[in-house]
């Protein structure tokens, strides 16, 4: 090669690390240059010794990026231009014949180069091979064809580089293999390969590329859609963008659709509801001609109400008020949906739009006028609607469900009942539309109001629906006084309905009363004739008395006429029969809960609701019927809230309940106990008899901790305090998820609000939260992960608590049984949990002065005195590691101690790792003012930088435990270094994927070195190693 040739390839690369450079005229510069040469193996060589020079830079330079692109440009330059398809179709059969055309000879040693080069030792390297090959494959035509044996050795590297430990080259190696799938094939490696990735690749960035990148197919699928509820945000955002972009409506089953929906448009982040909103919503209304009704059918509104509500609102929110009121072609020229009209899905959407449209305010209101007609015309249509039509009956559900094959009359049953559930769905739609009238009319509300009174009192209401009503009825009265005597009124007609006096007619009487009167005529004609006889004879003195014996005769028989046509006269008179059926009860007391609920918690307890309560709610305790006994339940537990000495009446019974009864009754029961307490608080047992508590079995070891924790309540009686301690500790253990979250949902706010202040109970609710068995309960983990954010960061007192619980924790957590699900429970988790709820700086109001004893300096004294106890157990290296990454004050008394304390350590501690941990701890420990200012300069800034990202985190999500077997890397100061795995978890860039690279959050050794890096000029140290290689 000439010199002319070797300047020709070095300017071209100099000029191509400058971005305002045209690297179309420098390639086409060069590739002229190219074709010219006979002999292009020196071309090859000194191309690819240019190349070099950019290939062992990993850091994203400008420049650098600028030379990979030119150079990918130049190399797709030689790739042959795509033949149009009436050119295919002519060349076909020569194609058979012949042997397939030769990749360009440069196209094919750049790629034989970078197949070579893909296994180096540097990850710059790597990383740059994966990026040159996705964006040479990138850059090719879409019908481009390469060799087979180039596809299957660019398949297998990549495939190979997918597994890389660095993110960066695994981003790379991912998007290469974009065109390589084969999404018909059930084996290809290339899918296989995405779908692991997807489902257990640790770095965010490179399941996010593999998303963008990923084919859909019913094979790959469930996995995009399990990336939507993926832990980091950027990943579920793209996931859904993915979802609008790629996947028609019609792919996705209903239950995913909703699935959807329901977790978009709930998530924490903004972000991921705005393409929810923004991009999936519109995507699925496209491809449905932009019909909002079939975008309803298309979701099972009838189960899934409330995120079909939110979807419409979010559709609303999109839509201009114009086109608004162009959708209400429905509607009659009395603004109402005609009754053979009405669908599960155009009510929704008609509430939905009266709805949003009443959250405008006073801007809403002529719109509103629009679509809602006045309030006595609704009233009277919602009232022609409930009445009318199929109503639900028990026996014909009970009917359905206890028969296994199905003929033809039964299947129109099942037709009947599913037009039952359909018409309790459009009435609960039309009903909560009340809430949308305009009710400042005196008549129309009237009307209203007489309309749910007999929707109410109907016996042919829905059970489902009398809350509702009951609730809409009571808005409509502002009056607490009012709202009792309105209520107790219905219940009195529901329950003592007036009807006719009827006596029950009695066969065997009225067969009887017969038989008597044929005797006595018989006897009276017998009597007759013999006075005949008589009268003949001249005997006057028998004929007197027979004379007398017939009057007497025929008064009884006068008598036994009157009382057979009594009993046969109808009832003229109307009485109250009392109803004590189940459903009965459960319509009373549906009401009765719902008005409890809606009174003010300042409305003392009146002789009404006194009679309510000795006439219903207290004979409903002990009915046979579960529902009614759980209702019960409910109406006693809010109507003791109103007042206390129902509260210490009471208080026993519902103690009892929520230990004996079913578990839903006893849910009920538990939750009236804890709001009694946050009520009232521990002093409402002062008064309770103690005598009536009923103690649960219990271990002595439990027995024990629950005096321990009774000694916190000394205002109370210490039995019947330990009696409810035992009981929601019992709780804490049940193998029912459901009354075990109640439990510890119940004790988390009664620590909470400082009713209770126990370090053993709030030990095991961290136990709780760490244990394996609750995993599956999301409820459970998430009030406890906010609750002990919350309750940390309030005070110093709680701090203090916490602080408390340290040991007895730890000490559970080491002395659990290899049988016991705590024995697999990351101890490191724990600690790094309660140092960090413990930090000084994490509190809402964090002290100003640096100089008092914070919580930490006690923790670092404990944890001293317990390496002391032994110091050769195990968790001595844990407690050792800890002792650094605590927040000490600059107090010097509590340093001298913990001076003192640590050269004690060092002398019986036996361990290599622990004592450099400790002689760490003495040199930080140090009083010397040089010391002093190296800690503020070097310790202390790191400290700093940590508290502000401890604050600025979310609660729920900076003491989330890890998926089990995996470990949380620590933050704090003084950790162990991490590995080099660990730390190449955090270069990645992202490039080539939709939106901006998350911010990680770096180790503090990370940082430091980050902080260090930044004082160098990297520029020699590339041209160096450029020049070495």
């Known amino acids: ?515 008597q009167l044929a005797e006595v005529k018989v006897r009276i004609l017998e009597a007759k004739q013999t006075l005949e006889d008589c009268i003949t004879a001249q005997d006057f003195g028998q004929a007197a008395e027979l004379k007398d014996s017939i009057t007497n005769l025929e008064g009884r028989k006068n008598q036994i006429i009157q009382e057979i046509a009594e009993n046969n006269q109808p009832a003229d008179k109307e009485v109250c029969a009392e109803k004590n059926d189940p459903e009965t009860l459960l319509r009373c007391l549906t009401m009765c809960a719902e008005l409890l609920k809606q009174m003010s918690i300042k409305t003392r307890i009146g002789p009404t609701i006194s009679a309510l309560m000795s006439s219903l709610i207290l004979p409903s305790i002990a009915n046979a019927h579960p529902a009614v006994r759980n209702m019960a339940v409910v109406c006693l537990g809010t109507c003791t809230l109103h007042s206390k000495e129902l509260a210490k009446t009471h208080l026993v019974l519902l103690l009892q309940i929520a230990q004996l009864d079913e578990i839903k009754i006893r849910i009920s029961a538990l939750r009236a106990v804890v709001d009694l307490l946050l009520l009232f608080s521990f002093q409402l047992l002062s008064e309770t008899a103690p005598t009536q508590m009923s103690q649960p079995t219990q271990s002595p070891e439990k027995q024990e901790d629950q005096i321990a924790l009774a000694e916190d309540k000394g205002d109370a009686p210490e039995d019947t305090t330990q009696s409810i301690l035992v009981m929601l500790s019992e709780f804490l253990d049940s193998e029912v998820s459901d009354l075990r979250t109640e439990a510890a949902e119940g004790l988390a706010k009664l620590i909470y609000t400082g009713c209770i202040s126990s370090a053993k109970m709030l030990s095991r609710l961290v136990l709780l939260w760490y244990n394996p068995v609750t995993e599956d309960d999301t409820r459970l983990r998430h009030c406890l992960g906010v609750f002990f954010q919350l309750y940390a960061r309030e005070s110093r007192v709680h701090q203090e608590v916490v602080e408390e619980s340290f040991l007895p924790t730890i000490r559970t957590l080491l002395n659990a049984p290899a049988t016991s699900p705590l024995a697999e429970v990351d101890i490191n988790n724990v600690i790094e949990l309660l140092v960090e709820l413990t930090r000084p700086s994490a509190l809402i109001k964090p002290s100003t002065n640096t100089e008092e004893v914070c919580v930490h300096d006690y923790l670092a004294v404990r944890m001293c005195g317990e390496m002391l106890k032994d110091p050769t157990a195990p968790e001595v290296r844990l407690y050792a590691k800890t002792l650094s990454n605590l927040e000490l004050s600059r107090e010097e008394t509590v340093r001298e101690d913990l001076q003192t304390l640590l050269q004690q350590l060092v002398q019986v501690v036996k361990d290599r790792v622990c004592l450099r941990a400790l002689e760490k701890m003495m040199h930080q420990l140090l009083d010397s003012k040089e010391q002093a200012e190296l800690l503020s300069a070097s310790a202390l800034q790191p400290l700093d930088v940590n508290a502000d990202e401890a604050a600025t985190d979310d609660p729920s999500k900076s003491a989330k435990r890890p998926k089990r077997g995996q470990r949380k890397v620590c933050t704090g100061k003084g950790g162990r270094k991490p590995s080099r795995r660990a730390e190449s978890s955090e270069e990645s860039d992202g490039e080539n994927v939709p939106e901006s690279t998350p911010v990680v959050r770096p180790t503090r050794r990370a940082k430091t070195a980050a902080l260090e890096k930044t004082k160098l000029d990297l520029n020699p140290l590339i041209n160096q190693e450029a020049n070495v290689s």
């Not at 042959?80 to 360009?104: C, F, G, L, N, R």
């Not at 390589?180 to 059930?186: V, Y």
């Not at 094979?219 to 859609?225: A, D, E, F, Q």
């Not at 009510?347 to 679509?371: H, N, P, S």
């Open 1 to 515: 090669m000439t010199a002319d040739n070797e300047i020709e390839i070095k300017e071209a690369f100099q000029r191509a690390q400058r971005g305002h450079n045209n690297k179309a005229k420098l390639v086409a510069s060069l590739k002229s240059r190219y074709n010219k040469l006979e002999d292009k193996t020196l071309f090859h060589d000194e191309f690819v010794h240019y190349l070099k020079y950019a290939m062992i830079v990993y850091k994203r330079e400008p420049t650098v990026e600028n030379v990979i692109e030119f150079v990918a440009k130049f190399a797709a330059s030689f790739q042959s231009p795509p033949k149009t398809e009436e050119v295919e179709e002519q060349q076909q059969e020569e194609e058979e014949e012949d042997e397939a055309e030769e990749d360009h000879p440069f196209l094919s040693f750049i790629f034989n180069f970078l197949l070579e080069s893909h296994k180096a030792n540097s990850h710059a390297v790597r990383f740059r091979v994966c990026q040159l090959i996705n964006k040479l494959l990138g850059s090719m035509a879409e019908n481009a064809q390469i060799d087979d044996d180039l596809f299957d050795r660019i398949h297998q590297a990549m495939l190979i580089r997918v597994t890389d430990k660095f993110p960066n080259v695994r981003i790379q190696a991912a998007l290469a293999m974009t065109r390589l799938q084969q999404p018909k094939d059930a084996d290809c490696p290339t899918i296989n390969a995405y779908m692991l990735i997807l489902e257990n690749d640790t770095n965010a960035e490179v399941r996010r590329a593999v998303l963008s990148c990923i084919a859909m197919s019913p094979r790959t699928l469930p996995k995009v859609l399990k990336r939507t509820r993926d832990i980091k945000e950027n990943v579920r955002k793209l996931a859904y963008q993915v979802l609008s972009d790629k996947v028609h409506i019609k792919a996705l089953t209903i239950a995913q659709r909703v699935s959807l929906l329901q977790q978009g448009l709930n998530d924490t982040s903004e972000a991921v509801r705005e393409v929810v909103c923004g991009r999936l919503i519109p995507a699925w209304l496209l491809r449905l001609d932009g019909n909002v009704i079939d975008l309803l059918h298309r979701l099972d509104v009838e189960n899934c109400a409330e995120t079909a509500m939110n979807t419409l609102k979010a559709i609303f929110k999109r839509t201009p008020s114009e086109e608004l009121l162009q959708n209400r072609e429905q509607l009659d020229n009395r603004k109402l949906i005609p009754e053979e009209s009405l669908t599960c899905e155009n009510v929704l959407y008609w509430r939905a739009l009266c709805e949003f449209i009443k959250g405008k305010g006073d801007e809403g209101e002529e719109m509103l006028e629009q679509v809602l007609p006045d309030a006595a015309t609704y009233a009277d249509y919602l009232c022609g609607y409930l009445k009318a039509g199929p109503v639900f009956s028990e026996e014909l559900f009970l009917y359905l469900k206890a028969v296994p094959v199905l003929s033809e009359e039964q299947r129109a049953d099942f037709n009947q009942l599913e037009l039952v559930m359909t018409k309790e769905f459009i009435s609960r739609q039309l009903v909560c539309l009340i809430s949308c009238l305009d009710t400042n009319e005196e008549g129309g509300r009237k009307r209203v109001l007489a309309v749910l009174q007999d929707m109410l009192a109907l016996p042919q209401t829905p059970s489902s629906l009398v809350s509702l009503l009951t609730e809409k009825l009571l808005t409509l009265i502002p009056d607490d006084h009012r709202r009792i005597q309105t209520v107790a009124e219905i219940i009195s007609d529901v329950r003592e309905p007036i009807s006719e006096a009827s006596r029950p007619v009695d066969e065997n009487e009225s067969r009887r009363q017969q038989v």
